[in-house]
């Protein structure tokens, strides 16, 4: 998986993951991405946003995971997201 502060990730792909396949810990855009877990087990997380206001989550594609955008904070931007056997 991927893991940023600040900035922007777009169009990368994040496979097979065993745990979080994007984490945010400041202040980011997050557009465009597919994220996929290896397996589906009750910790599996597309995109986490942590310790962040601001982040932009737009257009990804999410599949396979036990939770799909998962936000610690509020007053961030959540939209246009695909999800597929999400739980």
Do not use: P, Y
């Amino acid at each position: 998986g991927f893991v940023m502060s600040r900035g922007v990730i777009s169009g990368c792909a994040a496979i097979d993951n065993t745990e979080m396949g994007i984490r945010v810990t400041g202040g980011a855009s997050v557009l465009g991405n597919t994220v996929s877990s290896a397996v589906l087990t009750g910790t599996t997380v597309g995109i986490r946003v942590e310790v962040s206001d601001g982040a932009r989550i737009d257009g990804n594609t999410i599949v396979r995971q036990h939770t799909g955008v998962s936000c610690a904070t509020g007053n961030n931007l959540i939209v246009r997201n695909s999800l597929r056997g999400v739980h």
